[in-house]
């Protein structure tokens, strides 16, 4: 008799044990996608980075890039510092290529968070203010969803990233700091 139960409590166990790592895996399987909100619905974007700031701004389906203000810019002017910044004037760019970036991103999903943000997160996965971050705007200007990027990842061209409202952390497949951070004239047409 002891034998029995012994062997019932082991494979009990064992059956416990497997449909809890089954429940894990289906978990991590389900994905979602990243942002929630309607690519529809955004009129324009700011692409926010210490060194740099881009506003985008789509008018009757084309896309237009201006210069934007960013933390630096702030500090220099609070300082009353030159700042010595290239400057440009609103510019028609590639819209194909600003689509694609931004199908890219909203096509991005995500399983289980990789971490929960606290205080200490932000110095390891180095999303703060000064991050490059993206700001979605509607056609009132009004503030749809922030996107934070950090650090790259544990593999080739993925980054850590977060929403503004969500202190969960996810791991991206895509290192989007290269698309979307880059010089004026790289958005123009080829």
């Excluded at 010595?84 to 609103?90: G, R």
């Excluded at 819209?95 to 929960?116: Q, W």
């Amino acid at each position: 008799m002891k034998v029995f139960l012994s062997f019932l409590f082991v494979a009990l166990m064992f059956f416990g044990i497997n449909r809890y790592y089954e429940n894990i895996k289906q978990r991590e399987n389900v994905k979602k996608s990243f942002l929630s909100i309607s690519r529809n619905d955004i009129s324009s974007f700011t692409v926010n980075h210490f060194i740099n700031s881009q506003n985008f701004v789509q008018n009757q389906g084309e896309w237009y890039i201006e210069p934007g203000t960013n933390k630096l810019q702030d500090v220099l002017k609070n300082q009353n510092i030159e700042n010595k910044s290239p400057t440009f004037k609103k510019e028609k760019i590639d819209s194909n290529e600003v689509n694609r970036v931004l199908d890219l991103l909203f096509a991005e999903t995500v399983g289980v968070p990789h971490d929960e943000m606290d205080s200490d997160d932000s110095k390891i996965y180095e999303i703060n203010e000064y991050s490059l971050h993206i700001i979605f705007k509607d056609k009132l200007g009004s503030e749809l969803e922030t996107v934070y990027f950090g650090k790259d990842g544990p593999e080739s061209l993925s980054v850590f990233a977060k929403l503004k409202a969500s202190s969960k952390i996810y791991l991206l497949n895509k290192d989007y700091r290269l698309l979307f951070l880059r010089p004026e004239e790289e958005w123009k047409s080829k």
